[in-house]
């Protein structure tokens, strides 16, 4: 029996992944990028691999394999990766005590989780700053890739590894059953994945438009330290992170937390602002981030939105010799 054929539209990581399931099912598979190379959110995020973040049950459960997918790939091809893992950090009582739940709901779910004091934090990793910290959850189950690297191997090694065929450059104007067109050009298959992100404007407008699919924003800086060797030896997350990620919900004392944050730093919520920091091969800090909602956005970066991340920042972080190096902001379908 011959093997059937698969297009998939979008060479971001949705579209890398689709193509790698349809590659292992046996479907001959070609890609198609409008672009010479993927340049949406999959390159313009942090590169956290983030299972902590998932509630239990089929996500989570999702998460962790999405891992293992990495991890596997990442070993085929020597892709740079750490296992970090996480650390949710707490200034404030009403955090430590939204931690302490959690870790509680975590455990009994097996969750490979950890508290720590603030002696064994900043024992254990660099850069955390030490005044007024109470402790921390910390979680062994995440991981760091780096986007930039992973964005240009993964194609390689879909191509090599799984003969995965790759059409850069060319924009698909219109789909059709079992055909696909870009401009005057017209491939055929026996199925088509559209894997575009978060442009819901060239193809299925009227459809995207009549979903709740909406688009997000978010605003990302990139640090470097004067100290070489400096390795932060994990992920590193705020309070505000705990109202971000809904396996966080699970504790019965998120309500009061929220509306604390909505009462002393409303500006945060109002921008979506939680921040985080993640750690590359090279020592480099990616630090966001922001999230504004919706169908169309001002291009622009905002400074204030950057200041309000970086003033946050340096409640947890000792960020004295880092150095600004880098700006930009991603767009994902939500
Ligand atoms: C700043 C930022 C930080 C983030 N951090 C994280 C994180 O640390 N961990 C995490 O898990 N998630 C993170 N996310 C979310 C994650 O990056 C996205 O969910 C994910 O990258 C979406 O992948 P995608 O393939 O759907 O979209 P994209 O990466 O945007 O890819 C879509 C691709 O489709 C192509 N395309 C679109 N239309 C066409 C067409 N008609 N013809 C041909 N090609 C087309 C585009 O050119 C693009 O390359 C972050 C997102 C952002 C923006």
Same mark, same amino acid.
């Given at each position: ?16 992944? !689709? ?30 691999? %983030?299972?902590?973040?998932? /509630? ?20 085929? =091809?020597?892709? %740079? $990766?750490? +296992? ?25 779910? +097996?969750? /490979? ?6 002696? =064994?934090? !900043? ?25 930039? +690297?992973?964005?240009? #191997?993964? /194609?390689?090694y879909?191509?090599? $590894? ?5 059409? %850069? ?11 696909? $067109? ?11 994945? =559209? ?21 997000c ?8 330290? #004067? ?13 505000l992170?705990?109202?971000h ?25 109002? %921008? ?11 020592? +480099? ?5 922001s ?7 001002? /291009?622009?970066?905002?400074?204030? =939105?950057?200041?309000?991340?970086t ?15 880098? !700006?930009?902001?991603g767009?994902?379908?939500?």
């Amino acid at each position: 029996m011959s093997k059937k054929s698969a297009i998939v539209v979008g060479a971001g990581i949705v579209g890398l992944a !689709t193509a790698r399931a349809l590659s292992l099912k046996g479907y001959i598979v070609t890609v198609i990028e409008r672009s010479e190379k993927a340049l949406g959110a999959s390159i313009r995020n942090f590169g956290m691999i %983030w299972p902590v973040g998932q /509630p239990d049950g089929t996500l989570y459960n999702r998460a962790l394999r999405s891992k293992m997918i990495w991890k596997d790939i990442a070993d085929s =091809i020597g892709l %740079w $990766y750490d +296992e970090t893992g996480s650390s949710h950090v707490a200034y404030y009582e009403d955090e430590w005590q939204v931690l302490q739940e959690v870790h509680n709901i975590f455990l009994d779910c +097996e969750r /490979p989780v950890q508290l720590m004091n603030n002696g =064994i934090i !900043t024992g254990k990793f660099n850069g955390v700053n030490p005044d007024g910290l109470m402790g921390g959850l910390y979680s062994d189950t995440e991981m760091v890739i780096e986007p930039r +690297e992973a964005m240009t #191997s993964i /194609p390689i090694y879909l191509n090599e $590894y799984l003969d995965v065929q790759f059409i %850069w450059g060319k924009t698909v104007t219109a789909v059709e059953s079992g055909k696909v $067109y870009m401009n005057k050009d017209e491939v055929e298959a026996d199925i088509i994945f =559209i894997c575009s992100g978060a442009d819901f404007e060239t193809l299925y407008r009227e459809e995207f438009s009549s979903t709740e699919i909406t688009k997000c924003k978010l605003q990302m800086m990139r640090f470097k330290t #004067s100290d070489e060797d400096f390795n932060i030896g994990t992920s590193l997350c705020g309070g505000l992170s705990l109202i971000h990620y809904n396996s966080f919900t699970a504790a019965p004392s998120l309500p009061k937390l929220r509306e604390r944050y909505q009462q002393d730093m409303a500006e945060y919520l109002q %921008w979506g602002i939680h921040v985080m920091v993640a750690q590359n091969s090279k020592g +480099e800090l990616a630090v966001g981030d922001s999230h504004e909602y919706g169908l169309t956005f001002d /291009p622009f970066d905002q400074a204030f =939105i950057n200041n309000l991340i970086t003033n946050y920042l340096q409640q947890f972080a000792l960020t004295d010799n880092w150095q600004l190096i880098q !700006t930009w902001n991603g767009i994902y379908s939500n």
